[in-house]
């Protein structure tokens, strides 16, 4: 079975400050790997993916990502946040069977002025 | 491209009423389909997947079920409603085995 797990339910920072949020997952098969974004009362869009090759992933809003298949872990980085990057954000990993995701229960970024 | 809608938007709904909140995909043909609760603090809880017309698997058992009745449709519902339904209803969809899937806007649901 596959699970996700997000330790840290919410992050603090202030603009312009890096940032990393922390996702590792448990497999025993070859794993794709997403992290989402969600505004508040809004569905989940997809911030970057990892399917194969480079092990440092480039998504959208200038986000990162790195897997680490030793450590099972997917962070995602940011090396200077704004304030519109405030949102939680979702940590997803799926196997061999492509009809499932398995979400972490999410990080809430708070981007402080 | 393809747009992905849901309604309601928002529904109260007393304990004990039917529900019916509907998904619907627009600009593919025979997506994968996808229903997700994601009750408040928490992280999104698979309910019901559909590969085809009238194929629907459910992931945990409940109060709730969905149907399938056209290919880019697809239906939540319940007979009679919890007070632990209340939630964050969102669907997605994604083609079949590619790897992202792909979330509408979500309905809230408040059961009173």
């Known amino acids: 079975a596959q699970s996700v797990t997000q330790l840290d339910s919410q992050v603090p920072v202030f603009e312009e400050a890096p940032v990393e949020l922390r996702c590792n997952y448990s497999?025993?098969?070859?794993?794709?790997l997403f992290w989402y974004v969600q505004y508040p009362n809004q569905g989940l869009q997809l911030l970057l993916k990892?399917?194969?090759?480079?092990?440092l992933v480039k998504g959208i809003n200038g986000f990162e990502a790195e897997f680490n298949k030793s450590q099972t872990s997917f962070h995602l980085r940011k090396p200077s946040v704004h304030i519109s990057d405030t949102a939680e954000y979702f940590c997803?990993?799926?196997?061999?069977?492509?009809?499932?995701?398995?979400f972490g229960s999410g990080t809430k970024l708070n981007v402080k002025p | 491209s393809q747009t992905i809608h849901q309604w309601p938007a928002t529904l109260v709904q007393p304990v004990g009423s039917p529900l019916s909140l509907e998904c619907t995909v627009e600009?593919?043909?025979?997506?994968?389909l996808y229903w997700y609760r994601q009750a408040a603090g928490r992280g999104l809880q698979l309910l019901f997947y559909?590969?085809?017309?009238?194929?629907i698997s459910s992931e945990v058992p409940q109060n709730l079920s969905a149907s399938r009745p056209q290919d880019r449709q697809f239906i939540l519902s319940s007979k009679k409603l919890l007070l632990s339904d209340s939630g964050f209803y969102l669907c997605?969809?994604?083609?079949?085995?590619?790897?992202?899937?792909?979330f509408g806007p979500g309905t809230r649901l408040t059961v009173t």
């Open positions: 997803a990993v799926s196997g061999n069977n492509f009809n499932k995701f398995y």
């Open positions: 997605a969809w994604s083609m079949d085995r590619a790897y992202e899937q792909y």
């Open positions: 990892y399917l194969s090759g480079s092990t």
């Open positions: 559909s590969v085809g017309i009238g194929q």
């Open positions: 497999s025993s098969v070859s794993v794709y």
């Open positions: 600009g593919t043909s025979n997506p994968n």
